[in-house]
């Protein structure tokens, strides 16, 4: 009877784990860390104005304030996750983020610079899904915006002042990563290339 009592309540036990299990998914991937590097670039090689072929074929006139081969710098990026509510914000943590550069604290959002090779990497990363934001500051036409990047100005918020603020004169290209615990995303992105993207 005492064995069968013992019996029943290990199998309730485990019920309840299994519930909370289902019910709250803590997979290895979504409690560990990650890191990402990769090139973020540009084709075009010197100040001023130059004439590109955008991914759809189209050419495309921008602005190249990064200067030429020595001298240019490299495009700075942001790292957002896409699993939370961001219509949370404060205001002031809004402009803080856009006008100040410091990301609301408790939320997975990196804000970085490629190094004058393009290079650049990040390390102890929440593992989960992520948007890459890359800033082309000069650029008023990526090609025609990728779904990714539609996404983005639909998951931001107050997208309008994110354009003004962040991306200023210029434009911004998103695409998707994915951050795997104890492992390494490489994610680059070439502006201007018929494939800009290749995430690996």
């Given at each position: 009877?005492?064995?069968?009592?013992?019996?029943?309540?290990?199998?309730c036990?485990?019920?309840?784990?299994?519930c909370?299990?289902?019910?709250?998914?803590?997979t290895?991937?979504?409690?560990g860390?990650g890191?990402i590097?990769?090139?973020?670039?540009?084709?075009?090689?010197k100040?001023?104005?130059?004439?590109?072929?955008?991914?759809?074929?189209?050419?495309?006139?921008?602005?190249?304030?990064?200067?030429?081969?020595?001298?240019?710098?490299?495009?700075?990026?942001?790292?957002?996750?896409r699993?939370?509510?961001?219509?949370?914000?404060?205001?002031?943590?809004?402009?803080?983020?856009?006008?100040?550069?410091?990301?609301?604290?408790?939320?997975?959002?990196?804000?970085?610079?490629a190094?004058?090779?393009?290079?650049?990497?990040?390390?102890?990363?929440?593992?989960?899904?992520?948007?890459?934001?890359?800033?082309?500051?000069?650029?008023?036409d990526?090609?025609?915006?990728?779904?990714?990047?539609r996404?983005?100005?639909?998951?931001?918020?107050?997208?309008d002042?994110?354009?003004?603020s962040?991306?200023?004169?210029?434009?911004?290209?998103?695409?998707?990563?994915?951050?795997?615990?104890?492992?390494?995303?490489?994610?680059?992105?070439?502006?201007?290339?018929?494939?800009?993207?290749?995430v690996r």
């Amino acid at each position: 009877m005492k064995l069968c009592k013992k019996f029943l309540s290990a199998l309730c036990l485990l019920s309840m784990l299994l519930c909370l299990y289902w019910c709250f998914p803590l997979t290895a991937e979504a409690a560990g860390v990650g890191s990402i590097e990769g090139t973020l670039r540009s084709q075009l090689g010197k100040a001023g104005v130059d004439v590109i072929q955008t991914a759809d074929g189209r050419k495309a006139v921008g602005f190249n304030f990064n200067g030429g081969p020595g001298e240019q710098k490299g495009l700075k990026f942001q790292l957002i996750d896409r699993r939370v509510d961001l219509s949370k914000l404060t205001s002031e943590e809004i402009h803080d983020w856009y006008q100040e550069e410091k990301p609301p604290k408790d939320y997975h959002i990196f804000l970085g610079q490629a190094d004058a090779q393009g290079h650049y990497r990040l390390e102890n990363v929440p593992a989960g899904d992520y948007f890459m934001v890359v800033l082309l500051p000069g650029q008023r036409d990526a090609g025609l915006p990728s779904a990714d990047y539609r996404a983005l100005k639909e998951y931001l918020p107050q997208w309008d002042y994110f354009e003004m603020s962040v991306v200023g004169i210029g434009s911004c290209d998103a695409f998707r990563v994915t951050i795997r615990s104890g492992g390494e995303t490489k994610a680059d992105y070439i502006y201007g290339a018929p494939f800009p993207v290749r995430v690996r």
